[in-house]
């Protein structure tokens, strides 16, 4: 499935000057931040060759985007909630903890674009009170980091960076492969956990293995 600007542009014919893709990555980790890329466009008709959805690509190629999506739209960000964080808050609030840090880095914005059908950007009416940080109007679109340029392009900026970080983590704990599997829950880290116990970057709120 090939992307397109299709979606940003019924979003710039209805008003918006500035929409902005946003994905997430480390949702389902066991260990590390969750992710949030944000990249922001004003109308135009191209995007960069190659690009699609970061699961569709190998590493090398993710890589190898990311110098050319620095000139891709207005602007761009990643956002990370810290394990503690969504220790504290719970995984719907850590996404949207992210995703406001990005937001902040990429200014002001008319629209966003959202992947899924779950909005877990925009505060439920009852929550407004002791969240009240607002948010840009928000479309959903199911496989939108497969159809949407913009969110392709966060889903890959999100990848890569949160892949570096985790493994410049496993570099302080090598025992429990995060190099590979970045933190979710492959055989060899849930043995990890069970002969190891979990570090500070797991999330400890979650039904993690019981160490042995």
């Known amino acids: ?114 992947d899924g059908k779950h909005d877990w950007l925009t505060v439920a009416p009852s929550l407004v009170d002791l969240d009240p940080e607002p948010t840009p109007p928000v479309t959903m679109v199911i496989k939108g980091d497969t159809l949407c340029a913009s969110v392709a392009a966060a889903s890959v900026l999100a990848k890569v960076e949160r892949d570096a970080l985790m493994r410049s983590a496993h570099e302080a704990h090598p025992d429990y492969g995060w190099e590979s599997n970045k933190g979710y829950g492959a055989a060899g880290h849930l043995a990890a956990i069970r002969r190891l116990g979990p570090t500070q970057l797991h999330r400890r709120s979650w039904s993690l293995p019981t160490a042995q």
């Open 1 to 114: 499935m090939t992307v397109s600007l299709a979606h940003e542009r019924a979003l710039w014919d209805a008003g918006a000057r500035v929409v902005a893709g946003i994905d997430e990555v480390g949702r389902g980790a066991l260990a590390g931040p969750v992710s949030v890329g944000v990249v922001a466009v004003a109308a135009c008709d191209a995007w960069p060759q190659g690009l699609a959805d970061s699961k569709q690509l190998t590493p090398a190629q993710r890589e190898a985007l990311c110098p050319i999506l620095a000139d891709f739209g207005v602007a761009r960000a990643v956002g990370h909630a810290s394990a503690a964080e969504i220790d504290a808050v719970g995984i719907v609030a850590a996404l949207r903890m992210a995703a406001l840090r990005a937001l902040a880095v990429v200014g002001a914005v008319d629209a966003v674009i959202l």
